[in-house]
Structure formats: structure tokens, C-alpha cells
């Protein structure tokens, strides 16, 4: 199983970004996806959780209302759209996913921000926001 992170890039504060997270081998459907940052000199942090379906998905508060987590079952694609960007959005952004090994769906609410469940990660995207 591979992920492919990408659509990173320079945004000046007030702009949107679209990532995308492309996995292959595996698909992405029933499965626990998310998106975690990491700034320079910082700890790894949680943005966004989905679980399958739009009711089971999770945002942390700094990006709630600002960011987007979505997923394209065709494309076996998961999208984060990033509006409102603000310099401190500036950071590495990895996509995760878990296909059950350590997430199910019962365990969703409980796990979904703890980034040692997921098992498979995209090498990371740098978003640039500059103010």
C-alpha cells in the first residue's frame, strides 16, 4: 500500500489550497483516513479524521470551519481543502490512513486523532502561508 501526497505549495494568508492523498494497493473505502501538519520544530498534530462516510468525521479545532476532509471512491483519492489559510497553517501535511489493523469503526471516536493508529502514511506536502 503506498500513498501519494501532493497539491502543497505557496498560498498567501486568505487563500485555499486543495491536497490530495492518492493511495494504491489498497482502497480507501470503510476505512479511517486523516491528515496531520508538522511545523518546523514542532510535534506531528492532528487536522482532520474521516471515517467513510461524512458522519463520522473529526476536525481540530484550529482548522474547524476553515478545512475540508473528502473522499473521491473512484479515484480512491481523499482531498483536504484548506480555505481561510493562515501563516501559522504553514507546516508539512501528511495524509494516514488505517485499513482496520488498528481503527474500526467503533474504535473510530475514540482513535482517530492518535497518529500511532494509523498504519500507512504519505511522504508529505509543504504548505507555505505567507502573511
Known amino acids: 500500500v503506498q500513498l501519494q501526497a501532493s497539491g502543497g505549495g505557496l498560498v498567501q494568508a486568505g487563500g485555499s489550497l486543495r491536497l490530495s492523498c492518492a493511495a494504491s494497493?489498497?482502497?480507501?473505502?470503510?476505512?479511517?483516513v486523516a491528515w496531520f501538519r508538522q511545523a518546523p520544530g514542532q510535534e506531528r498534530e492532528f487536522v482532520a479524521a474521516?471515517?467513510?462516510?461524512?458522519?463520522?468525521?473529526y476536525y481540530a479545532d484550529s482548522v474547524k470551519d476553515r478545512f475540508t476532509i473528502s473522499r473521491d471512491s473512484v479515484k480512491n483519492t481523499v482531498y483536504l481543502q484548506m480555505n481561510s489559510l493562515k501563516p501559522d497553517d504553514t507546516a508539512v501535511y501528511y495524509c494516514?490512513?488505517?485499513?482496520?489493523?488498528?481503527?474500526?469503526?467503533?474504535?473510530?471516536?475514540?482513535?482517530?486523532?492518535?497518529?500511532?493508529?494509523?498504519?500507512?502514511w504519505g511522504q508529505g506536502t509543504q504548505v507555505t502561508v505567507s502573511s
Open positions: 494516514a490512513a488505517d485499513f482496520g489493523t488498528k481503527i474500526t469503526y467503533y474504535g473510530f471516536s475514540r482513535y482517530y486523532s492518535d497518529a500511532q493508529k494509523y498504519e500507512y
Open positions: 494497493g489498497r482502497t480507501f473505502s470503510y476505512y479511517a
Open positions: 474521516n471515517y467513510w462516510n461524512d458522519g463520522n468525521t
